[in-house]
């Protein structure tokens, strides 16, 4: 049971494909949403419905996207409210998904195929490229594959193409990594921490450097830190690097700079504060930071605030 081996688990396009047909049609029976989905008028002899349409749904039920009542099927709880054209949300929340701890209980486990596995292939192929040299990234599974045998990573991250293939396209879906068409995949989770940031600040606007990445690892176990990362790296016998106590791995320093010039996170360092060092290319020391703050406001725009807060006191 897995979400990478795609000939067996279905394809992000067909996922897309049954969640619009819910959206447009409302709740139906599976047979009936097969058939909208894939239809045997344009896919004869069965193909690739119960190949492809059917093995999506199934899957995606076990993961919590869908659910079934009364025989009919319906978007899961927390897909039902986000809205048709909020591709943001949706990505989102089937990150969560993805990486709840329900769909993860064979991450410790000796193979990542267990029945209970269900989303463990792709949580622990995250935590993984996340711990690598991601400016040094392969580009090809013969590359990947090379790179996991030199480190000694077992249980093996990937143990064929099509697991590597199906990684890339989940990976770039759900903000773990990028990709372009003239560049090759990146691992790079800026839009993951960015998914997760009103679960970090919760009702702060600033925190200090160690409570920001305290949070973040809980809420977003993949990163440095995390129960999901620490797991992965457990099982890696030779490391590309040690990474010191107060260093942030390439990946997420990639991530929160690249948030930073969204205009999503203000990241400061102050004298009086001890700080983490974001590393660069080359592995340098790029950059510390003491203090993150919420959202990266102008001055022009905290003006407006302050002037707003003036005018509800009198």
Not at 140 to 154: A, H, I, P, W
Not at 251 to 272: I, N, P
Request: charged share 25%; glycine share 6%; proline share 5%.
């Amino acid at each position: 049971m897995s979400i990478l081996n795609r000939p067996s688990d279905g394809l992000l396009s067909v996922l897309t494909a049954l969640h619009r047909a819910i959206l447009a049609f409302g709740d139906q029976a599976e047979s009936d949403l097969l058939e909208l989905v894939a239809p045997e008028s344009v896919v004869p002899d069965g193909k690739p419905r119960p190949d492809m349409a059917k093995k999506t749904l199934a899957r995606w039920k076990q993961l919590g996207f869908f659910s079934e009542d009364a025989g009919l099927v319906k978007l899961g709880s927390t897909i039902a409210s986000i809205r048709p054209d909020d591709s943001h949300s949706l990505r989102a929340a089937i990150l969560r998904l993805v990486l709840a701890p329900e769909n993860n209980l064979g991450i410790l486990e000796a193979g990542s195929d267990t029945e209970g596995s269900k989303a463990s292939d792709f949580t622990r192929a995250t935590s993984w490229a996340l711990a690598q040299e991601v400016y040094a990234f392969p580009a090809t599974y013969k590359g990947v594959e090379s790179l996991q045998r030199d480190q000694g990573v077992e249980p093996k991250v990937f143990t064929n193409d099509t697991r590597w293939q199906g990684f890339s396209e989940w990976a770039a879906f759900l903000g773990v990594g990028c990709a372009a068409t003239r560049l090759p995949f990146t691992p790079c989770p800026a839009f993951a921490v960015r998914c997760v940031l009103s679960d970090v600040f919760t009702d702060r606007s600033e925190l200090p450097q160690e409570e920001f990445f305290r949070r973040l690892a809980s809420v977003l176990p993949v990163v440095d830190g995390g129960a999901y990362r620490s797991a992965v790296e457990a099982q890696i016998e030779r490391p590309w690097r040690k990474q010191a106590a107060n260093e942030v791995s390439l990946s997420l320093s990639a991530a929160l700079l690249t948030l930073e010039v969204q205009g999503v996170l203000r990241l400061e360092l102050r004298s009086d504060a001890p700080g983490r060092t974001l590393l660069g290319r080359g592995e340098r020391e790029f950059r510390t930071v003491s203090h993150f703050s919420g959202r990266a406001e102008s001055n022009v725009t905290k003006r407006i605030i302050k002037l707003l807060a003036a005018a509800r006191r009198r």
